[in-house]
T-cell receptor
Framework: AQKITQTQPGMFVQEKEAVTLDCTYD???????LFWYKQPSSGEMIFLIY??????QNATEGRYSLNFQKARKSANLVISASQLGDSAMYFC????????????FGKGTMLLVSP | NAGVTQTPKFQVLKTGQSMTLQCAQD?????MSWYRQDPGMGLRLIHY???????DQGEVPNGYNVSRSTTEDFPLRLLSAAPSQTSVYFC?????????????FGEGSRLTVL
């Protein structure tokens, strides 16, 4: 079974609107971290936001927030006030504390922001 | 402020040739890893290391070798390249071996095997 599932291959949003990118995960480890990365067309991987499994509040970083619903095992990324520069591939990833905690990625969602 | 440095950025190989992708980090990170990225597949873990002298296999280790003789360096070796190894390769490191540490990525190395 996939550990990270991103069901939206592509998303379109207009500039200045908010958009939600979906991510569900599967783990039996009580201690884990959830991450979102952005990959623009230039190819580099940019860390956006982190949520720990024991964190009581949803993580926020500027225009990015993580809608963490632990019971549903979902960790959706919300981008407020989209900008043209937000057009990129977005990856959800998880790192578990059991064993040596490697980072497992979803297949990504391509976001296109239109003027 | 170098971070994670990968070389080369681009490489073309013929089937059966060998090569090494170099990865170096200057952040004194214990955890280092190699991923490959293929269209529609996300990033898949090849090998990782939790410290000098300690390496382990990830999801797709076949055809690749690694070693970790120093904290700074984590080279990835292709002993006999195959067209299926055409991909973009990323090296990444983390200060933590636990779930709280984000990974810092290199810029990627695009490899084509003919």
């Amino acid at each position: 079974a996939q550990k990270i599932t991103q069901t939206q291959p592509g998303m379109f949003v207009q500039e200045k609107e908010a958009v939600t990118l979906d991510c569900t995960y599967d783990t039996s480890d009580p201690s884990y971290g959830l991450f979102w990365y952005k990959q623009p067309s230039s190819g580099e991987m940019i860390f956006l936001i982190y949520q720990g499994s024991y964190d009581q509040q949803n993580a926020t970083e500027g225009r990015y927030s993580l809608n963490f619903q632990k019971a549903r095992k979902s960790a959706n990324l919300v981008i407020s006030a989209s900008q043209l520069g937000d057009s990129a591939m977005y990856f959800c990833a998880m790192r578990e504390d059991g064993g040596y905690s490697t980072l497992t990625f979803g297949k990504g969602t391509m976001l296109l922001v239109s003027p | 402020n170098a971070g994670v440095t990968q070389t080369p950025k681009f490489q073309v190989l013929k089937t059966g040739q060998s090569m090494t992708l170099q990865c170096a980090q200057d952040m004194n990170h214990e955890y280092m890893s190699w991923y490959r990225q293929d269209p529609g597949m996300g990033l898949r873990l090849i090998h990782y290391s939790v410290g000098a002298g300690i390496t382990d296999q990830g999801e797709v280790p076949n055809g690749y070798n690694v070693s970790r003789s120093t904290t700074e360096d984590f080279p990835l070796r292709l002993l006999s390249a195959a067209p299926s190894q055409t991909s973009v390769y990323f090296c990444a490191s983390s200060y933590s071996t636990r779930s709280t540490g984000e990974l810092f990525f290199g810029e990627g190395s695009r490899l084509t095997v003919l």
